[in-house]
Every structure is written in C-alpha cells, then in structure tokens.
C-alpha cells in the first residue's frame, strides 16, 4: 500500500536533511520508526553526531503560510532522548520556498499541566531562528575549546 502524500513528503524531508547534514562531515541516521506511533519508547526523527557532538531532530515540513504544532509530551519525549545520550534536542522546520530553520529545544515552552497540551509555531516565529547552514556552520566551524567547555 502506498503511503499518503503527508508521509511521503515528510520522509522526503527527513532524507532531505540526512544528506545535508552528511554532506557537511556528520554521521547521520534517519530513525528507523521516526514517525511511528510507538508507545514505550521514542525513536527521534534524525540522529546526528559531529566530532563526539550529539543532535536529536524532530523533523516538520510546512508551508508559508501555515503553523507547526508539536504535542508538548512529543517534545518532553525529544529533550529526554537527548539528555540520555548527552546531545542537543532540536527541531528542524523545512518551510516550503524559505528553507530550512533549526529550534532548539530549551527555547521552547515547556508546557504547564493540561492546558497545554501542543506547541505551536507560526512561519514567522521562526525567522528568529538559525537557517540550516548557520547551525551547520556553528557546529562544523566551532573550536575545540568549545567542546571541551560543555
């Protein structure tokens, strides 16, 4: 059976971002069940590692004119698989005809009880953030004393 054109086209944009970040030195994996409704255990999007650095991707696909919603227990889930492996939970938003912008984590809300139950993120929100090559750029151009002081 042929899957729907959403996730197609999400998986289309997580292979988009394996191969960026590959291409610029990272060791990169896509999860094998990212996107799938897994109930004990989360299996993040995109794994990648650069010199010793890791990063743990939610991936998201939207258009210009459109909002991003992400359930705070999603994102609870995210920062907690990358605090077990010492890395840096993030969001990478693909926005169609603008690019790509990076979201960590810790600058998100992190949600209070059960009024809040999704995190919403407008197109424009995201302009404040890093493009995909500046956050590459930061990681691959950063100085060995920048690793050794976290």
Known sequence: MPRPSWSRRGFDVERELVHKLWNHGFAVVRGPAS?????????????????????????????????????IQKLNRLREFAERAGGTSLIAVKISGRGWRVVPTGELAKGNGKHTRNLVLHVEDLEQFPTLDQFISSVVNAKLVDFVAQ
């Open 35 to 71: 996107g799938a409704r897994a109930q004990r255990l989360f299996y993040p999007d995109v794994l990648a590692v650069y010199k010793g650095k890791i990063f743990v991707f939610e991936v998201k696909y939207v258009n210009k004119s459109k909002k991003i919603v992400i359930p």
